[in-house]
């Protein structure tokens, strides 16, 4: 695996003692400069204190500085828990020698307990001497929890004549649910881009990739998408509107699904990944209703667990959306294999759906015939394995 660098940011991943595993469990993320930030955050109500500290610090637009540190969320923790991620913030700081106001604080893991402030601390201290910008993939391992592999992508374009890297790295496995954000992203670049039309792309390509991924449908209180570009690169900052901001949100909406993908595929014991695409619907937030229904019943994703083409369960998810549909028009295949044809099933097909269901990706495309906007959502089947991880998470 090449290392992944973006010109003007260094990375760090060290164990400091969270995990009793032992293994990476904190993060940094520096760009030389500061950077013109976008964020997208958790919209689940009961928010994480690095969520609440963070949403102050992009009041200012700019960041310079990532502290994460995985193994405990800093969630349901009060006051105390806000001022721990305040101190965070400020060691991070001092160690890094720039203004507090320009580091975000990440956490995941546990949520409840509080931050062990003497590991966090000795751990700020050990990222700092280590920082490096060929340390990328450190830093996405610091991060995980759950997850069975680190999530990252790159690529680059050219903007006005400028060679520019985009980058990211991902984490998360459950409580994904595509609600704004899904789980912890950092998408980094060296380009320079305007902060509204940062914001933009950010928002863009999210609705299609974050938003579009479910693996149990429940949201965590430390979701957070943080996109950073500090300019090193040298082009004229991005303009809203322009042939720039296309060409960059291709690249970032690609690079984001390639991550999203990622988190399906490494749901907590995943085997399958699914696209839900619905087609024919009176309007995509329908189709996108419907398509997130079916990806989220429980009945659907365990026949998908035991590749059982029950076209049963997904008719009955589609009826359940609270969308007005006509029955007598919908279809549904398996990869191009009927099941459904104008709302009866197609029992002729059954060995043939079977096979594409033994497949680890597939896709379910649903034919509503109602108008002509579509949906897609990802998403994993369910297994014994998930209920395991779940059922012991904090034993």
């Not at 680059?156 to 595509?178: D, E, F, H, T, Y």
């Not at 994703?301 to 359940?320: H, L, Q, S, T, V």
């Not at 990802?378 to 394995?385: A, G, N, R, Y």
Request: with cysteine; net charge positive; proline share 4%.
């Amino acid at each position: 695996m090449s290392t992944i660098r973006v010109p003007g940011f260094k990375f760090a991943g060290v164990a400091c003692g969270i995990k009793k595993s032992r293994r990476k469990d904190l993060a940094f993320i520096l760009s030389e400069r500061p950077a013109t930030a976008a964020a997208l955050f958790t919209t689940n109500w009961v928010r994480a204190a690095p969520v609440i500290v963070g949403m102050r610090r992009m009041r200012r637009g700019l960041i310079q500085a990532v502290v994460i540190n995985s193994g405990v969320a800093n969630a349901c923790t009060g006051a105390q828990g806000v001022r721990d991620a305040e101190t965070t913030c400020r060691e991070t700081a001092l160690r890094l020698d720039i203004d507090p106001g320009l580091v975000l604080p990440s956490s995941t893991g546990l949520i409840g307990l509080p931050l062990p402030m003497d590991k966090i601390l000795s751990g700020i201290e050990k990222a700092a001497a280590v920082l490096s910008d060929g340390s990328f993939f450190q830093a996405a391992r610091a991060i995980l929890t759950t997850d069975r592999f680190i999530k990252t992508a790159s690529a680059s374009c050219r903007l006005a004549g400028k060679q520019v890297v985009v980058a990211g790295m991902a984490k998360g496995a459950g409580m994904i649910a595509p609600k704004v954000a899904t789980m912890l992203a950092y998408i980094l670049t060296d380009a320079a881009v305007e902060p509204r039309c940062l914001r933009a792309i950010l928002r863009n390509a999210a609705a299609k990739t974050f938003n579009a991924v479910t693996v149990d449908g429940d949201m965590s209180t430390n979701d957070t998408v943080l996109f950073l570009a500090n300019g090193v690169a040298g082009n004229p900052p991005v303009r809203s509107g322009s042939r720039e901001e296309e060409v960059l949100l291709n690249v970032v909406k690609e690079l984001m699904g390639s991550l999203a993908l990622k988190l399906v595929e490494d749901g907590e014991g995943a085997t399958k990944v699914v696209e839900v695409r619905v087609q024919g619907s009176r309007s995509s937030a329908e189709a996108r209703k419907i398509a997130y229904t079916v990806a989220t019943s429980q009945l659907v994703k365990a026949a998908f667990f035991g590749e059982d083409p029950n076209y049963g369960r997904i008719m009955a998810a589609i009826g359940r959306a609270e969308v007005p549909i006509k029955p007598e028009r919908v279809d549904v295949s398996f990869d191009g294999v009927t099941v459904v044809k104008r709302g009866v099933g197609v029992n002729s097909t059954e060995q043939e759906a079977a096979r594409v269901l033994k497949q680890p990706s597939f896709s379910v495309r649903i034919h509503l015939r109602q108008g002509k906007a579509s949906a897609s959502v990802w998403t994993s089947d369910l297994s014994h394995e998930y209920v395991r991880i779940n059922s012991a998470y904090r034993t």
